[in-house]
Nanobody
């Protein structure tokens, strides 16, 4: 019932920037939090950043100060501005949304992922 569509991934040089976007659509009552996770080949998926509907943010230490998460509640869209990208930021980035269905059950939805490659 809830679909997430990501965009903005690509290939950049070290020190470059990318802006990821993720829009939620479908039938749901509310979204309490949205965020970004990433997974490099052979590694576990890890938290990048999350933001609640009240604009409380949480960042992984590895990207703190370089990435900024924001959301447009009216559009159910979350953004991730990535600056000063490093080689170790290379991963598939997944959008996530936590919320409530129209029947008021909790849900967690994931996007299909967008590739971010940082290479010189």
């Amino acid at each position: 019932q809830v679909q997430l569509v990501e965009s903005g991934g690509g290939l950049v040089q070290p020190g470059g920037s990318l802006r990821l976007s993720c829009a939620a659509s479908g039938r749901f009552s509310s979204i309490s939090a949205m965020g970004w996770y990433r997974q490099a080949p052979g590694k576990e998926r890890e938290l990048v950043a999350t933001v609640t509907s009240g604009d409380n943010t949480n960042y992984a230490d590895s990207i703190k100060g370089r990435f900024t998460i924001s959301r447009d509640n009216a559009k159910n869209t979350v953004y991730l501005q990535m600056n000063s990208l490093k080689l170790e930021d290379t991963a598939v980035y997944y959008c996530n949304a936590d919320g409530w269905t129209t029947s008021w059950y909790n849900f967690r939805s994931w996007g299909q992922g967008t590739q971010v490659t940082v290479s010189s």
